[in-house]
C-alpha cells in the first residue's frame, strides 16, 4: 500500500486539528492585512534591540495563559479542573505590589522602589500560591473532593485575600527590576517569551523525562487501578495543584509587572476558563488520561490569534468573546468524537478503496 | 380500633425516617446552619432590625435572580452537569429587554419573547452539543457563556437604562405586609415589608422546580441519569431527550432570572451579572445539591440561596466591614459544607458496610 504523507493517527490526532485551525486563522489574518505576518527588528531608545510584530504580539501576550495552561494540562490528565488559577493570578500580584510599594504602608515619604529586598518581592507571592496550591492539591488528593468544588472555594476566597493583603488599595509601581520580568526583552525577545519557553521546557522534561507524566496519565485513566498496582495517587495529585499554584503566581508576576500595579478584581478575570480551552483545543479530554503539552501550548496560540486578529479590525474588546465563542465552537465541534470517527472512516475506507484496486 | 394504631406507628416510623435518612441530611445541614447564622445576626443586630419581617422579606427579593436561576441549576447539577452560561444569558436577556424598550421602541413583552427564544434556544442547543457529540458541558456551556457576552457587548457596551410604563409597574408592584392592630383595622406593619414580584417568581419557581423533580416523571428521570447514565439508558429511559430538555430549561431560568434582575435594576449592562453563575452554583452547592449528580432537592437549594444572603447582610448591619469579607466567609462556608457532604457519604457508606 503506497505511504500517505501525513500517517492516519495524526490526521485523527486532536493535535493536527488544532495545528490546522490555528494555520487557518492566522492565514485568514494575512489575507484581510497582508502586514499580519511582518515580523521586524527594531532598535530602541536605549540601544537594545527587539523584535516587533503581530506574530511576535501573539507569543508575548499569550504567555500568562500558556504558563498556567501547563498546569492545567496536567491538572485536566488527572481528570480534575482547577478554577482558582485566575484568583492565584491576582493574589500574587497584589502580594508582589505590597512588599514593592511597604513604603506606603510604613514610611510616610512615597518612593517608588522597594525597601524589601527584591528577591522578597518575586519568592513570597510564589510561595504563597504554591501553598494554595497545596492547599487545593489536599483536599482534592486528601479528602476525595471533586476539583470543582474544591478549587471554587480559592476561586471565590483568593480575590478576597488579595484585597486583604493590599487593604483594598492599588498600588503601581515604576521599579525597573520588576518592570523587567512583563516589559523587558532579552537577546532580542519580549522576556515573557523566554519565561514562557523556560517553563515549558521545564514541565516538558519533567513530565516526559522522568515516569511522571505516566503516572499522571495513569491515575486520570484509573484512579484505583493506580492506586492498587502501587502509584501513589494522592501524592502525585498533589504535586500537580502544587505545581498549577506556582505557574499562576509566575503568571500573575507577569501579568502585574506588565502593568506596573496590581489589580485584586480583575486580575486574571477569566483565566482559568482561557486555561481550560487551551487545553481541550490541544486536544487532552476533559475526562482524563492522556494528554499533550504541545498541543496546550498551540491551543492557548489559537486563543490568542483570534484575540488579536479581532482586536486588529477594530472590534470593542469585549465583543471579542463572541468571536472565540464562534471559533472555538467549530473547532471543538470539528474535535467532538462522533465528527472525527466519521473522517478518519471515510478517509480509511477511501485508503482501503485504494488498495484494492491495486490488488 | 387495631387499624388505626397501625397506621399510626407506620406514620410515625415514616417520620423518624425521614428525620434520620441520610439522603435528607445535607438540607438538614443546610438549615441548620441557615437558623444558626440566623441567630447569630439576631444576637448580634437584632436591635438594629436584623430580625423584622422588611430584612428577612429583602433576602428572598434582593436574591430573586440567583434563586430563579438556581432551581435551573439544581435540575442540571443532578443530572451531573453544569452550566456555566446562566448568568451571561441573564445578562442578554436584560441588555435585549434595554435595547429594545430604550432604543428601538418595541414593547418589553415582544423583547421578552425574543429574549426566551434566544435563551431557550440557547441552551437546547448546549444540550444537544453535550449530548450528541459528547463535548464536556463545562466547555460547550463555557463556550455558551462566551457566546452570550460576546452578543451582549456587541449590542452595547454602555449601560441602558428602561423607562416604560409596564416595567415601572411590574417592578412597582407590591403586596403590603399588613396586621390587626389594637382596633382590629389591619395596617401595615413597620418597618414597612412588602412581598414583590421578584419574591412571588422565586417562591413560585422553587414550587414548580419542586414538583417537576419529585412528582414528574420527568424528575425521576433526571435522579436517574445523574445516579448512573448508562444504567438509565439501558433501563430504557429516554436519556438523550431529558438531558437536552433539562438544559433547555436551564435556558429558560436564566431569561426569567435575567427579567427579575431587570425589574430589580430596571437597566441592561453587557457587564452586568459578571460571576453571578458561581454564585448560583455555590447557592446550589450550600444547599446540598452534589456536583457528582444524583443528589439534591429544591427544598436545599432554597435554603442554600438564603444562606448566601445572610451573610452580606450580617456584614452590612455590621457596618466597618469591607465588603470582600463576603468573599472570604463565603468560601469559608463552602468548605464547610463539602467537608460535611463527605462526612455524611463516609458515615452512610461505613453504616452500609456494618449492615
Redesign the interface.
Known amino acids: 500500500m503506497k505511504k500517505t504523507l501525513i500517517s492516519g493517527a495524526f490526521v485523527r490526532s486532536k493535535l493536527f486539528w488544532a495545528i490546522v485551525a490555528e494555520l487557518l486563522i492566522l492565514l485568514v489574518g494575512f489575507i484581510l492585512r497582508p502586514d499580519f505576518l511582518s515580523i521586524q527588528l527594531r532598535t530602541l531608545s536605549d540601544g537594545t534591540t527587539v523584535l516587533f510584530g503581530t506574530p511576535v504580539d501573539i507569543f508575548n501576550r499569550a504567555s500568562e495563559i500558556t504558563i498556567i495552561a501547563m498546569g492545567m494540562t496536567l491538572v485536566i490528565a488527572l481528570g480534575g479542573?482547577d478554577i482558582s488559577v485566575g484568583a492565584l493570578v491576582a493574589v500574587s500580584g497584589a502580594i508582589a505590589l505590597k512588599f514593592l510599594r511597604w513604603d506606603v504602608l510604613v514610611y510616610t515619604t512615597p518612593g517608588d522602589y522597594t525597601v524589601q529586598p527584591y528577591y522578597l518581592v518575586i519568592l513570597l507571592p510564589l510561595l504563597t500560591c504554591t501553598l494554595m496550591g497545596l492547599f487545593n492539591g489536599v483536599l482534592i488528593g486528601k479528602?476525595?473532593?471533586?476539583p470543582?468544588?474544591?478549587t471554587?472555594?480559592?476561586?471565590?476566597?483568593g480575590?478576597?485575600?488579595a484585597?486583604?493583603v493590599t487593604n483594598?488599595k492599588q498600588f503601581t509601581t515604576q521599579y525597573t527590576p520588576f518592570k523587567f520580568i512583563g516589559n523587558g526583552s532579552f537577546l532580542g525577545l519580549p522576556l515573557p517569551i523566554l519565561i514562557t519557553l523556560v517553563v515549558v521546557l521545564t514541565v516538558v522534561l519533567f513530565v516526559r523525562r522522568t515516569s511522571f507524566g505516566m503516572f499522571v496519565e495513569s491515575v486520570g485513566i484509573n484512579p484505583n487501578a493506580s492506586r492498587v498496582s502501587g502509584l501513589r495517587s494522592d501524592t502525585i495529585i498533589i504535586i500537580v495543584y502544587v505545581l498549577t499554584g506556582l505557574l499562576s503566581g509566575i503568571s500573575g508576576l507577569i501579568y502585574s509587572s506588565r502593568i506596573s500595579s496590581n489589580d485584586s478584581n480583575n486580575a486574571g478575570l477569566g483565566y482559568e476558563?482561557d486555561a481550560?480551552?487551551a487545553v481541550?483545543i490541544g486536544g487532552t479530554s476533559?475526562?482524563g488520561g492522556k494528554f499533550s503539552l504541545l498541543g496546550t501550548v498551540v491551543g492557548s496560540l489559537i486563543i490568542r490569534t483570534i484575540t488579536t486578529l479581532v482586536l486588529y479590525f477594530g472590534v470593542?474588546s469585549?465583543?471579542?468573546?463572541?468571536?472565540?465563542?464562534?471559533i472555538?465552537?467549530v473547532v471543538?465541534?470539528l474535535q467532538?468524537?462522533?465528527?472525527r470517527n466519521a473522517i478518519a472512516k471515510r478517509r480509511s475506507k477511501r485508503i482501503a478503496l485504494g488498495g484494492e484496486a491495486r490488488a | 380500633m387495631p387499624e388505626n394504631k397501625t397506621m399510626t406507628i407506620a406514620s410515625g416510623r415514616r417520620m423518624r425516617n425521614l428525620l434520620t435518612n441520610p439522603k435528607y441530611l445535607m438540607v438538614y445541614a443546610t438549615i441548620g446552619i441557615f437558623l444558626l447564622i440566623y441567630l447569630f445576626g439576631a444576637l448580634l443586630y437584632g436591635g438594629r432590625g436584623f430580625t423584622s419581617v422588611r430584612t428577612f422579606m429583602l433576602f428572598f427579593s434582593d436574591n430573586a435572580y440567583i434563586g430563579i436561576s438556581a432551581v435551573g441549576m439544581t435540575l442540571v447539577l443532578i443530572t451531573g452537569g453544569i452550566d456555566l452560561s446562566v448568568a451571561a444569558v441573564a445578562s442578554l436577556t436584560g441588555m435585549i429587554i434595554a435595547y429594545g424598550t430604550t432604543v428601538l421602541g418595541i414593547h418589553p413583552l415582544v423583547c421578552i419573547g425574543a429574549a426566551l427564544l434566544v435563551g431557550v434556544g440557547l441552551g437546547a442547543l448546549m444540550g444537544a452539543c453535550i449530548q450528541y457529540l459528547n463535548v464536556p458541558p463545562f466547555i460547550t456551556t463555557l463556550t455558551g457563556m462566551f457566546f452570550a457576552r460576546g452578543v451582549c457587548s456587541l449590542i452595547s457596551r454602555e449601560s441602558i437604562s428602561i423607562k416604560h410604563p409596564l416595567i415601572d409597574a411590574l417592578a412597582g408592584f407590591k403586596i403590603y405586609l399588613t396586621w390587626p392592630n389594637a382596633q382590629g383595622e389591619w395596617v401595615k406593619i413597620k418597618p414597612v415589608a412588602s412581598i414583590d414580584l421578584n419574591t412571588i417568581a422565586f417562591i413560585l419557581m422553587i414550587v414548580i422546580g419542586t414538583i417537576i423533580l419529585q412528582k414528574t416523571r420527568f424528575g425521576r428521570n433526571v435522579y436517574a441519569i445523574g445516579g448512573n447514565e448508562q444504567s438509565a439508558t439501558l433501563m430504557g429511559l429516554p436519556v438523550s431527550r431529558t438531558k437536552v430538555l433539562v438544559y433547555a430549561f436551564n435556558g429558560l431560568c436564566s431569561v426569567l432570572a435575567g427579567i427579575s434582575y431587570v425589574l430589580y435594576v430596571k437597566s441592561g449592562w453587557n457587564l452586568s451579572l459578571q460571576g453571578a453563575e458561581l454564585d448560583v452554583i455555590s447557592a446550589c452547592v450550600i444547599g446540598g445539591v452534589m456536583l457528582s449528580g444524583g443528589v439534591g432537592y429544591m427544598f436545599g437549594t432554597l435554603f442554600g440561596v438564603l444562606l448566601k444572603a445572610t451573610i452580606p447582610a450580617i456584614i452590612t448591619f455590621n457596618g466597618s466591614m469591607n465588603s470582600w469579607w463576603a468573599k472570604i466567609f463565603t468560601s469559608v462556608l463552602l468548605l464547610l459544607f463539602i467537608i460535611i457532604q463527605r462526612a455524611v457519604i463516609a458515615s452512610s457508606q461505613w453504616v452500609k458496610k456494618k449492615e
Request: proline fraction near 2%; aromatic fraction near 2%.
Open positions: 479542573t479528602l476525595k473532593l471533586q470543582i468544588i474544591a471554587l472555594i480559592l476561586m471565590v476566597g480575590r478576597g485575600i484585597q486583604i483594598g476558563m481550560i480551552l481541550v476533559m475526562t470593542v469585549e465583543a471579542i468573546m463572541a468571536f472565540k465563542a464562534l472555538i465552537a471543538i465541534v467532538s468524537e462522533p465528527v
